[in-house]
């Protein structure tokens, strides 16, 4: 799946959109993702201008998105919105820095009545970035 394919998915637009490219996907179930980290990035000039670090908090959204796409290729979920409910047991393992290329893994545990358990793995080639287990409602509006 394409970033165009993406946008016709996702709500996002840059520069939050953290999705660049859908490599696997198996709908209600399974996503992978990429996020290529570049240099040009807007949160490199604040965090930190001499030591560029992605934001955690970063690397979860783009898991949640990845999460996101997996769920609203499902007819019922088709032009809703995903909002956070709760972020379990998040780590953070690796740094990312401009230049790695995050892969991004997510199996969706349960979808019921609108709300989505899944969880996310965030790798830069072998070595796990971080992980988390996320809930959102998907749902019209924000």
Do not use: W
């Not at 996101?68 to 409910?85: H, S």
């Not at 969706?108 to 809930?135: N, P, Q, R, W, Y």
Request: aromatic share 6%.
């Amino acid at each position: 799946m394409e970033n165009k394919d993406i946008r016709k998915i996702l709500p996002h637009r840059y520069p939050f959109l953290l999705v660049d490219r859908i490599i696997e996907i198996e709908e209600g179930k399974k996503a992978v993702g990429i996020k290529n980290v570049t240099a040009n990035e807007p949160f490199f000039q604040g965090h930190f201008p001499d030591n560029p670090i992605m934001p955690g908090v970063l690397i979860v959204e783009a898991l949640a998105q990845v999460a996101g796409i997996a769920v609203m290729n499902i007819e019922e979920f088709k032009g809703k919105l995903g909002l956070f409910t709760g972020i379990d047991k998040c780590r953070f393992k690796k740094v990312v820095r401009p230049g790695d290329q995050l892969v991004l893994e997510v199996l969706i545990d349960s979808i019921k009545m609108g709300l989505v358990k899944a969880k996310g793995v965030a790798k830069v080639g072998d070595e796990v970035a971080a992980t988390a287990e996320l809930m959102f409602i998907m749902t019209e509006e924000g």
